[in-house]
C-alpha cells in the first residue's frame, strides 16, 4: 500500500528539510546543504512511486 504524501513531507522534515512556500499542490523542501525536493500532490493522497523513490534518495544523500 502506498504511502500518503503527508508521511513523505514528515520524513523530509525529520531529516531537516524545510517548506518554502509556494502555490498549489506543490510543497518545495530545502536542506541547509542546498538540496532541493519538490513534492505534489494534496497531503491526504496516495504518494506516487517515483516519489518515494525521490524522498528515499534524498534523505540517503543528506545522511552522508
Known sequence: MPRKIRQLLKDLEKAGFEFEPGKGSHRK???PL???????????????????????????????
Open 29 to 31: 523542501m530545502v536542506h
Open 34 to 64: 542546498g538540496l532541493v525536493v519538490v513534492v505534489s500532490g494534496q497531503l491526504g493522497e496516495d504518494a506516487r512511486h517515483y516519489q518515494e523513490k525521490d524522498v528515499k534518495q534524498a534523505i540517503k544523500r543528506v545522511k552522508k
